[in-house]
T-cell receptor, first 113, second 115 residues
């Protein structure tokens, strides 16, 4: 039973446009959410996070939106750059940090110049 | 500050053998987690250690085990290897103790191939 779902295995976007990566979760106990980026032959790198008490968090070109009622979050990248091409993982944690991170299967983003 | 290091980076074993993978966390980090990544499956949680104690365990068979030493370095062991154990094994460390949300820092992984 997959608790964190990234339903789009891949996404292609033109350079300069907005990239929107989506993530759905089923466990209502999750209260902290993170996005990681992964390049080939490297480990995942933390990108941005959001607590369930917020509905938006921004960091430069990256913004994460959380819709608790829909159990849905999204990562917006504006403007998209070729260096953003990577696999993006959504992760969730619950129980005030006492349970491990649960990851989605990832979305491969390709930014075309 | 040095990042998370994992050794070896690549490993080839045959079915039935056992393997030990090593992880050195970022200096000062006391929490270490292990994940298995296979194509199309994302990152599957194996176990988490904090101050030499296993805090959480994922849904993997008993062939998978781990430990953490007093210097926070961690090892994981897989016995009686199966073809399906071929994967990228990732280690992550964080500063936060139990009960705190943690941003985890990942190592580059060990690519295990079982023939």
């Amino acid at each position: 039973d997959q608790q964190v779902k990234q339903n789009s295995p891949s996404l292609s976007v033109q350079e300069g446009r907005i990239s929107i990566l989506n993530c759905d979760y089923t466990n209502s106990m999750f209260d902290y959410f993170l996005w990681y980026k992964k390049y080939p032959a490297e480990g995942p790198t933390f990108l941005i996070s959001i607590s369930s008490i917020k509905d938006k968090n921004e960091d430069g070109r990256f913004t994460v939106f959380l819709n608790k009622s829909a159990k849905h979050l999204s990562l917006h990248i504006v403007p998209s750059q070729p260096g953003d091409s990577a696999v993006y993982f959504c992760a969730a944690q619950g129980n005030s940090g006492n349970t491990p991170l649960v990851f989605g299967k990832g979305t491969r983003l390709s930014v075309i110049a | 500050k040095a990042g998370v290091t994992q050794t070896p980076r690549y490993l080839i074993k045959t079915r039935g053998q056992q393997v030990t993978l090593s992880c050195s966390p970022i200096s000062g980090h006391r929490s270490v987690s292990w994940y298995q990544q296979t194509p199309g499956q994302g990152l599957q949680f194996l176990f988490e250690y904090f101050s030499e104690t296993q805090r959480n365990k994922g849904n993997f068979p008993g062939r998978f085990s781990g430990r953490q030493f007093s210097n926070s370095r961690s090892e994981m062991n897989v016995s009686t290897l199966e073809l399906g154990d071929s994967a990228l094994y990732l280690c992550a460390s964080s500063t936060n103790p139990p009960g705190a949300y943690n941003e985890q820092f990942f190592g580059p992984g060990t690519r295990l191939t079982v023939l």
